[in-house]
């Protein structure tokens, strides 16, 4: 029994001295790509803090146009409840009112889809 396993821990150890050695052979093998860094004086002006980049003007630009859409969400919310309020809709059910829901319905999902990004 003892030397079944003595065998097999000489089998493992065997293995991963010969997974390590072949490891430090292969990295030595195949060294690092470095890739060549353009010059900066090729990589075109360099950007100040204080300059707004694209990425900064799209973001405004949709903040704006979250703040408008949530204004006429807020006004066509109104508009139904108003009209909901004068309105018996348990006994006539208003196609005004149904296509104020469903322009309601679109404003909130582009909403949520620019409030994602």
């Known amino acids: 029994m003892e030397t079944r396993r003595s065998f097999m821990s000489a089998i493992i150890l065997a293995a991963a001295a ?5 490891g430090s052979v292969l990295s030595s093998q195949n060294p690092p790509v470095v890739r060549d860094r353009k010059p900066a004086s090729d990589q075109g002006p360099a950007e100040t803090p204080d300059a707004p980049t694209a990425d900064k003007h799209m973001l405004d630009e949709n903040e704006k146009e979250i703040k408008k859409k949530v204004e006429r969400l807020y006004d066509l919310a109104s508009e139904l409840k108003a009209e909901v309020e004068k309105t018996d809709s348990s006994k006539v059910l208003s ?3 149904i296509k104020k829901t469903e322009e309601i319905e679109k404003l909130a999902r582009d909403i ?6």
């Open 112 to 117: 949520r889809s620019r409030s994602k990004g």
């Open 18 to 22: 010969s997974v390590w050695a072949s």
């Open 95 to 97: 196609l005004n009112l």
